[in-house]
């Protein structure tokens, strides 16, 4: 059975920071864009960061521009979300996907429907 699930959410103080991990099983993620996703309460769901199939090229909503950072190891089958200076804005249930390749490159990346795998999602909360 293929699936992603993703681990290292919790409790923070503002300014603190998490680093979110997304594993694959029943399947290996090389070559997938690979996308996190946040839903605060109340919100409808939208994209945070995605990485391109090689690692080489990510991007990044402008709220989280200079405090996250995605990457992966293909060797280890895991995608991280290393978030830095978290604020209270940032609480949400983060989900990690995954989608073709081009998607990164389409024009899609923040196109949920572009993604065919997606985790259950982790609790992030910064609170003091």
């Known amino acids: 059975q293929s699936q992603l699930v993703e681990s290292g959410g919790g409790l923070v103080q503002p300014g603190g920071s998490l680093r979110l991990s997304c594993a694959a099983s029943?399947?290996?993620?090389?070559?997938?864009?690979i996308g996190w996703f946040r839903q605060a309460p109340g919100k409808e769901r939208e994209g945070v960061s995605c990485?391109?199939?090689?690692?080489?090229?990510?991007k990044y909503v402008d709220s989280v521009k200079g405090r996250f950072t995605i990457s992966r190891d293909n060797a280890k089958n895991t995608v991280y979300l290393q978030m830095n200076s978290l604020k209270p804005e940032d609480t949400a249930v983060y989900y990690c996907?995954?989608?073709?390749?081009?998607?990164?490159?389409?024009?899609?990346?923040?196109?949920?429907?572009?993604?065919?795998?997606w985790g259950q999602g982790t609790q992030v909360t910064v609170s003091s």
């Open positions: 996907a995954a989608g073709p390749a081009a998607t990164y490159y389409s024009g899609r990346s923040w196109t949920q429907n572009s993604y065919n795998y």
């Open positions: 029943g399947f290996t993620l090389d070559y997938y864009t």
């Open positions: 990485v391109s199939g090689s690692g080489g090229s990510v």
